[in-house]
């Protein structure tokens, strides 16, 4: 099996002002092409991992400690959400019905908000904050470098990069400020329910 950069599924130009064209020319066309890249040589054809699911592959990689293919495949799995994760006019507290209920019992969109952003602002260098299913319940997670939940026992449904490529160009510093920009207006709360199988 070879990886491929998948397109992506909206103009450069669409989640202005929250992300800006060249940050997603930048973060699509260099950083998640470089990971894909990458993936192929150490996880492609002719690999252990050859004939394996991305998902099956984090998995694997993760059980057996083999952390290049851990960040490499796993930034790769992340990144292929992260692009559906958003969407023009995205954000906003109408969520899809499965989505609410699960939020309702968790406490309600703003303390699932605020435990997000609080996940993301905690999280020490680069990595990733999470919304995933664990045990049918939903949890709020942060993970380091390319991990995600899969590779925690838990299926990913909304996760936002706190990688420094993913925000700098258009926040700088300012990671909180993008956050929040991300929960309230980019989300793409349909491809969050459509994770939850």
């Given at each position: 099996?070879?990886?491929?950069?998948?397109?992506?599924?909206?103009?450069?130009?669409?989640?202005?002002?929250?992300?800006?064209?060249?940050?997603?020319?930048?973060?699509?066309?260099?950083?998640?092409?470089?990971?894909?890249?990458?993936?192929?040589?150490?996880?492609?054809?002719?690999?252990?991992?050859?004939?394996?699911?991305?998902?099956?592959?984090?998995?694997?990689?993760?059980?057996?400690?083999?952390?290049?293919?851990?960040?490499?495949?796993?930034?790769?799995?992340?990144?292929?959400?992260?692009?559906?994760?958003?969407?023009?006019?995205?954000?906003?507290?109408?969520?899809?019905?499965?989505?609410?209920?699960?939020?309702?019992?968790?406490?309600?969109?703003?303390?699932?908000?605020?435990?997000?952003?609080?996940?993301?602002?905690?999280?020490?260098?680069?990595?990733w904050c999470w919304l995933a299913l664990k045990d049918?319940?939903?949890?709020?997670?942060?993970?380091?470098?390319?991990?995600?939940?899969?590779?925690?026992?838990?299926?990913?449904?909304?996760?936002?990069?706190?990688?420094?490529?993913?925000?700098?160009?258009?926040?700088?510093?300012?990671?909180?400020?993008?956050?929040?920009?991300?929960?309230?207006?980019?989300?793409?709360?349909?491809?969050?329910e459509s994770l939850m199988g």
């Amino acid at each position: 099996m070879s990886f491929s950069l998948p397109a992506l599924p909206y103009a450069y130009d669409a989640l202005q002002p929250y992300m800006s064209a060249e940050t997603l020319q930048f973060h699509h066309d260099k950083h998640h092409q470089a990971y894909v890249d990458k993936g192929n040589e150490i996880a492609g054809k002719g690999s252990k991992y050859d004939g394996m699911s991305v998902e099956d592959i984090c998995r694997k990689a993760f059980a057996d400690g083999d952390q290049a293919v851990v960040n490499q495949i796993g930034q790769h799995y992340n990144h292929i959400h992260f692009w559906q994760w958003m969407k023009p006019n995205g954000g906003g507290s109408k969520l899809p019905g499965k989505l609410q209920s699960l939020v309702d019992e968790f406490g309600g969109l703003e303390k699932v908000r605020h435990e997000f952003i609080e996940a993301g602002k905690g999280q020490f260098g680069s990595g990733w904050c999470w919304l995933a299913l664990k045990d049918g319940k939903l949890i709020v997670s942060k993970t380091p470098n390319g991990e995600n939940p899969l590779m925690h026992g838990a299926q990913p449904l909304l996760g936002c990069d706190v990688w420094e490529h993913s925000y700098y160009i258009d926040y700088r510093n300012a990671r909180p400020k993008y956050l929040e920009a991300f929960f309230d207006n980019l989300v793409n709360w349909e491809h969050v329910e459509s994770l939850m199988g």
